[in-house]
């Protein structure tokens, strides 16, 4: 059940929604966005950090914020690829919102879930919600929750991430079940505190946000998504992330 809310809201969501090579792909999601905001009765705007992408990304978020104002899509471009960790702090500095969501442009991350971050936020006035693929319940408990899972991933992939989640969960104890995920709720405070910490890039660095997050003292809650692979263009998962990773893990886990 995804549903609007029972009170009006007065907080303004902002997503920062990193892109490079997202053509096709930005459209559809401003589009999904847009619809899931306006139903649910909520303010919002799209940052969208581009790292100068050849395929032309930024001149269709330039379209977009014709369609839906400038004040709604808000394109915030970068020189080159610098990283998905400075692509939010880049974002960060233009958001006008109280409340700030990570995801994917690809279609990993739907924005049907969103209503429900939100409601489990307010339930429990939650610092941060993330989304995660490992658990069947939302954690604290709310009713309209359905189990995670993954779709569109081989078994080696879904192996691989299992097996990373597990090792993290082992050694650094974070309280999360998904550190890999990164489609998530944070209050805008928050969100800079714990950035102004994190010292990763890449994908190691939303594994130590969560870990920043509890030795800080922040609460979380778990929404379960089902995640979905990309649907145009290549996944910017490789090796060196992999092993990066598992680098990240070591050094949280003497640091923190």
Do not use: C
Not at 1 to 8: A, E
Not at 223 to 235: H, K, N
Request: overall charge positive; aromatic content about 10%; hydrophobic content about 40%.
């Amino acid at each position: 059940m995804q549903g609007s809310f029972n009170s009006p809201d007065t907080h303004k969501y902002s997503v920062i929604l990193p892109t490079y090579n997202e053509r096709k792909n930005l459209p559809v999601i401003v589009w999904l966005l847009a619809k899931t905001f306006t139903e649910n009765q909520l303010a919002w705007e799209i940052i969208v950090v581009d790292d100068n992408s050849p395929d032309g990304t930024q001149e269709i978020a330039k379209q977009l914020a014709k369609l839906y104002g400038e004040d709604k899509i808000v394109l915030k471009p970068r020189a080159g690829k610098l990283g998905l960790g400075t692509a939010y702090i880049h974002g960060l500095n233009f958001v006008t919102g109280d409340f700030v969501i990570i995801m994917d442009a690809d279609f990993s991350h739907h924005p049907k879930f969103i209503p429900q971050f939100i409601r489990l936020q307010k339930a429990h006035n939650l610092d941060i919600v993330t989304g995660t693929r490992y658990r069947a319940t939302s954690k604290p408990s709310s009713p309209d929750a359905q189990p995670g899972g993954v779709h569109g991933w081989d078994f080696t992939r879904k192996l691989v991430s299992r097996g990373a989640n597990f090792l993290a969960d082992t050694v650094l104890n974070p309280g999360v079940s998904d550190l890999t995920g990164s489609f998530r709720l944070y209050r805008l405070p928050v969100l800079r505190h714990i950035i102004t910490e994190t010292v990763s890039k890449g994908y190691v660095f939303q594994m130590e946000m969560m870990v920043r997050a509890r030795a800080l003292g922040y609460t979380v809650g778990e929404v379960p998504i089902t995640f979905v692979d990309r649907i145009y263009g290549d996944s910017k998962l490789g090796s060196n992330e992999i092993v990066s990773y598992a680098k990240g893990i070591w050094v949280l886990f003497t640091t923190v």
